[in-house]
């Protein structure tokens, strides 16, 4: 089964940076399509963070970005604030399963 | 804006097929550009693509699930289902109904429906 994985869990004090890595292969991010990234606070669906790498649907805060280069992503936070708390997810699409891949998903704790 | 709901039973014994209808409101399934998707998540853990289908009903399944899952649309009345046979605890989990972009991101989500496998 096709993945993306992720750390379990990323930490920082508020005001601080942290980032999310979102490493895929050959048949996902290699293969040049897009990541996207989701938050997800507890009992809620997931919410579109990042779209198409580094982009931000209205209303998202500039303190969230993406990036991806080859076979992997990453999300920042900066000035991580505590209702930042929360799960953190990528996904593409992925070639092998012709549908869509998500990550292991990531949690960002606020110290 | 675009609004998801799905709708379904909330229990569902082993061996049975589990269905969920998701209600489109705010835009039209048959608008075009956009994949309708099912997504799931047993608890505590992550993400699940199910599979999508076009309004034109062309369809796409999860390897893994494909021997026991149908995906249709009702353009009429704006819904597309989930139908997975067979089911087993393994199955339980919240499914979520979503909006597949063209370049293959979720936009709009509904809010989710446990479905728990439970004799």
């Known amino acids: 089964q096709s993945v993306l994985t992720q750390p379990p869990s990323v930490s920082g004090a508020p005001g601080q940076r942290v980032t999310i890595s979102c490493t895929g292969s050959?048949?996902?991010?290699?293969?040049?399509?897009?990541v996207h990234w989701y938050q997800q606070l507890p009992g809620t669906a997931p919410k579109l963070l990042i779209y198409?790498?580094?982009n931000r649907p209205s209303g998202v805060p500039d303190r969230f970005s993406g990036s991806k280069s080859g076979t992997s992503a990453s999300l920042a936070i900066t000035g991580l604030q505590a209702e930042d708390e929360a799960d953190y997810f990528c996904?593409?699409?992925?070639?092998?399963?012709?549908?869509?891949?998500f990550g292991t998903g990531t949690k960002v704790i606020v110290l | 804006q675009v609004q998801l709901q799905e709708s379904g039973p909330g229990l569902v014994k082993p061996s049975q097929s589990l269905s969920l209808t998701c209600s489109v409101s705010?835009?039209?399934?048959?608008?075009?550009?956009?994949?309708w998707s099912w997504i799931r998540q047993p608890p505590g853990k992550g993400l699940e693509w199910i599979g999508y289908?076009?309004?034109?009903?062309?369809?796409y399944y999860n390897p893994s699930l494909k021997s026991r899952l149908s995906i249709s649309v009702d353009t009429s009345n704006n819904q597309f289902s989930l139908n997975l046979n067979s089911v087993t605890a393994a199955d339980t989990a919240v499914y979520y109904c979503?909006?597949?972009?063209?370049?293959?991101?979720?936009?709009?989500w509904g809010q989710g429906a446990l479905v728990s496998v439970s004799s």
């Open positions: 979503a909006r597949c972009t063209g370049i293959a991101s979720y936009d709009y």
């Open positions: 705010g835009g039209s399934l048959s608008s075009g550009h956009f994949y």
């Open positions: 289908i076009f309004y034109s009903g062309g369809t």
């Open positions: 050959s048949s996902n991010l290699g293969a040049g399509y897009d």
């Open positions: 198409g790498n580094n």
């Open positions: 996904q593409s699409h992925d070639s092998r399963l012709s549908g869509s891949v």
